[in-house]
């Protein structure tokens, strides 16, 4: 994916704004994101009355920082250092309208269902003292409503933003001029990649007819099998290609940069990710099922991930003991909230 090259322009007190750039002010570079921040004569608007600097990322990533307190900075100076372990959690959408109707849907851009909306708020509750810096949804609206429904839910009260980066006035048309704003935000990256597998001619049609028509083993193959793509469609295997490189060029370097990350995508875009991340075999991914609006936490240590199953709910101690840092973070929370 090509890159995208953006400038954030953030209100600041600070007089050194009046020095010359400095290239190396700060440098954060990863295979995926690369940032530089300096100061400039040539770019401050003193005329304004308010000082400004420049922020130049390239990156299809976002600039709203998170650099409070999650295990992967609260022992920091700054965001740059490498934590030892990250939080993944994963999340199917809650039901769609098409899901209650048993319509394939795929790349069709239905909403959430009542009860959708529903299983999205109790995701929402399961991780709501689980760590989250970034959020990554598909383009599609049935994932970003069970992303922003699940926030509501955290305890942390931070306030997912969308990034638009498609294009230059989008960007500068959804700037935020505040660093204490911004560090109540937590960025959300929409991306096609994530899109349910595409269902080809099969999208619309009822499940049930369609396996009286064709017969119940040619419909499980369409809708299980690793290879064989429905009807004009895409197999897993097609749809891990973008998903799965997906994960790998854009989503691992945040985590391995020190990022706690929420994916919430569709059923076969995230058994192709689990298929990867759990190195499943082929024939290991047929039997693969993922329920609605489930959140799926790992941890993300030393390059491997971890497995660590669902949290039940937010007063369940057991998850949060999975790991020190998770345990660290949930008791800050109470100390903070409570
Ligand atoms: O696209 C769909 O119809 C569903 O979201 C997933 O369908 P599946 O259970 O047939 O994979």
Redesign the pocket.
Known sequence: MAAAVFHQVIGTPHSSLHHEFRENTLRLNSNNFRLEIGVSRRVCHRSDQRNFCVVKASTSQTSVFDPVSSPSTNNTNNSKKKSNETALILMRHGESL??EKN????CVDVPLTKKGVEEAIEAGKRISNIPVDMIYTSALIRAQMTAMLAMTQHRRRKVPIIIHNESEQARTWSEIFSEDTKKQSIPVIAAWQLN?RM?GELQGLN?QETADRYGKEQVHEW?RSYDIPPPNGESLEMCAERAVAYFKDQIEPQLLSGKNVMIAA???SLRSIIMYLDKLTSQEVISLELSTGIPMLYIFKEGKFIRRGSPVAPTEAGVYAYTRGLAQYRQKLDEMFH
Do not use: P, S, V
């Open positions: 098409w899901n319509l394939f849907t795929g349910e269902y499940k809708r569709h059923g076969n």
